[in-house]
C-alpha cells in the first residue's frame, strides 16, 4: 500500500479534521486517536477503561472537540485512501492478465501453425480452448472497469462445448 498522506494537504495547506486541533490539550487529543483507531466497535467507556480516566471527563472531550464528525470524516478519508489503493492494485492484475493472456494466445497460435503430429501434441479443441480463455483475460482485463474485475473470470468456464468437437 501507498504511504498514507501527511496531515497537511498539499493543495490547500489545511489541517484536517483529525489532526489535532488548536485548542485541544496533548491528552485530549490522545484519547481522540485513541477513540478514533479503535473502529467500528468505538466506545468512550473504552477510552476511559484504557487511559484510566473518568468516562464523564472522555464524553466532555468528545463533545468538546467533535470527536464524532471528526472520526467521521477519518473514515471517509481512509475509504477513499483504501479505494485509490486498491484501484492501483487492481490495475497491475489487469496488466498481468494480459501479460498472461497474450502468453496463451501465442502458444495456441504457434501450436495451431506447426501442428504435424496432432496425436502427440496438443488437439485442435484443446488449442481452440486456450485461444478461447487467451481471449476471455484479454477482454475482462480490457473492458471491465468496476469491481467485477475482481472476480476470475475462469469460475464456470464451460469447456464442454468443445469436448463435442473432440469425440467428432
Given at each position: 500500500?501507498?504511504?498514507?498522506?501527511?496531515q497537511k494537504s498539499?493543495?490547500?495547506?489545511?489541517?484536517?479534521?483529525?489532526?489535532?486541533?488548536p485548542k485541544e490539550s496533548s491528552k485530549a487529543f490522545a484519547a481522540f486517536q485513541l477513540y478514533r483507531n479503535q473502529g467500528q466497535n468505538r466506545s468512550i467507556t473504552k477510552v476511559s477503561q484504557t487511559l484510566k480516566k473518568s468516562r464523564s471527563l472522555i464524553q466532555r472531550w468528545s463533545k468538546k472537540?467533535?470527536?464524532?464528525?471528526?472520526?467521521?470524516?477519518w473514515e471517509r478519508f481512509l475509504?477513499?485512501?483504501?479505494?485509490?489503493?486498491?484501484?492501483?492494485?487492481?490495475?497491475k492484475m489487469n496488466q498481468r492478465q494480459i501479460q498472461t493472456a497474450n502468453l496463451i494466445r501465442d502458444l495456441?497460435?504457434?501450436?495451431l501453425d506447426g501442428i504435424k503430429n496432432p496425436e502427440k501434441e496438443l488437439t485442435i479443441p484443446e488449442t481452440i480452448r486456450l485461444l478461447d480463455l487467451a481471449y476471455k483475460i484479454e477482454r475482462s482485463a480490457l473492458?471491465?472497469?468496476?469491481?467485477?474485475?475482481?472476480?476470475?473470470?475462469?469460475?464456470?468456464?464451460n469447456f464442454k462445448k468443445y469436448d463435442k468437437d473432440a469425440k467428432n
Open positions: 500500500m501507498k504511504p498514507i498522506a501527511t498539499k493543495s490547500t495547506n489545511q489541517t484536517k479534521a483529525w489532526d489535532k486541533l472537540y467533535n470527536w464524532i464528525p471528526r472520526v467521521n470524516a475509504d477513499k485512501y483504501i479505494q485509490e489503493c486498491r484501484k492501483d492494485e487492481i490495475e495456441a497460435k504457434k501450436k473492458t471491465t472497469t468496476n469491481q467485477e474485475k475482481n472476480i476470475f473470470i475462469l469460475r464456470g468456464y
